[in-house]
């Protein structure tokens, strides 16, 4: 079955219970359901993964290149956004479509988070439209790959 994996990297487990006010009271429980019942709406599998740890954000994505399966990938960086190269060099190694996601408009925020040095390895970047860029993410993915 086709997949979409969805990364998630630093401080995005805390989604519910940090800044309410930027990024809502819903947890990240109810953002990996949303996100499995978007993906059986698709007809396609959603792997969700989330990890504070750079490395570690690396590591998948390197093993999400082996992946025969794989029609793209959804990822938000977290603050790694704003300087890791690494993230960025990693999701360059994976062909297919990737499509980076912000729950809050990041340009509307602090100077230091409208600098995306991760968006240019992506094939398109959706800010501002809370958890539902996660799934209209998944919507370009799929339409992508028909």
Not at 38 to 67: F, M, P, T
Not at 78 to 101: M, Q, R
Request: net charge negative.
């Amino acid at each position: 079955m086709d997949k979409i994996l969805v990364i998630n990297g630093p401080n995005l487990n805390f989604l519910g219970i940090r800044e309410k006010s930027v990024y809502g009271t819903q947890s990240y429980e109810a953002l990996t359901e949303m996100i499995r019942q978007k993906a059986q709406e698709l007809g396609v599998e959603a792997e969700c993964w989330q990890s504070n740890h750079e490395g570690a954000i690396i590591d998948r994505l390197q093993q999400a290149y082996y992946e025969e399966d794989l029609i793209g990938v959804v990822i938000n960086p977290g603050a790694y956004t704003h300087y890791s190269y690494a993230i960025h060099d990693a999701l360059k190694s994976v062909f297919v479509p990737k499509i980076e996601i912000h729950i809050s408009d990041i340009h509307s925020r602090e100077a230091f988070r409208s600098v995306s040095v991760t968006a240019p390895a992506c094939d398109l970047q959706i800010i501002g439209h809370g958890l539902a860029g996660y799934t209209e993410a998944m919507e370009e993915i799929v339409r992508r790959h028909a």
